[in-house]
C-alpha cells in the first residue's frame, strides 16, 4: 500500500495518506460504498455522466456540513451532473444529517465499512481513519478532470475552480 508522509494536517497533526496517488488525466477507479439504506453503491453506476465527487473527514464537523450544503445549493444550477459526498460516517449518521440539513441533491455515502474509496483515491488518513478532505471532478468517460486534497483539514475547498472545471465539460 502506497503511503505519502505528512500530506495534510489533521487537528494540528501531520497525517498519512494511504492508497493509489491519482492525479488529473487519470481514469477514476471504480469504489463500492454503502448508501444510508446500508445498499451497495458502485461509482461505475453512474458511467456516462459528470460527477462531483466531494470528500469530507465527518459530516458531524462544521466545515464538512458546509461543503455538503454548499455542494447541495450548487446542484440545483448544474444539471446533469451526479454529486456525491464520501465520507467515514456511518450510514444512519449521514441519513440524519441529510434529513435535519435538507440535503436532497447530494448522494451521500459511506466508506465506513472497508475504505474502499480512499484506499483507490488515496484519500485514508492512516493515523484517524477518515478521510482526507478533497474535491474530485470526473467527466463523462471517466477521467480525472479536477483533484484537489485540501492540505489543512479546517479549510473549504475552492468550489469555483471545480465548479469552472464541471461547466467547461457541460
Known sequence: MLERKNLVMFKDKEATLVGNE?????????FVCLRSDLSEFSFDSLANTIRIISVVPSLDTGICALQTTRFNYEATSIMDVEILTVSMDLPFAQKRFCESQHIDHV????????A??????????????????????????????YF????????????????????SLL
Open 22 to 30: 491519482l492525479k488529473v488525466g487519470d481514469q477514476a477507479p471504480n
Open 107 to 114: 448522494t451521500t455515502l459511506s466508506d465506513h465499512k472497508d
Open 116 to 145: 474502499d474509496f480512499g484506499l483507490k483515491y488515496g484519500l485514508l488518513m492512516k493515523e484517524f481513519r477518515l478521510l482526507a478532505r478533497a474535491v474530485i471532478v470526473v467527466d463523462q468517460e471517466g477521467i480525472i478532470r
Open 148 to 167: 484537489h486534497i485540501e492540505d489543512q483539514i479546517k479549510q473549504e475547498p475552492n468550489y469555483t475552480l471545480a465548479l469552472d472545471v464541471v461547466r
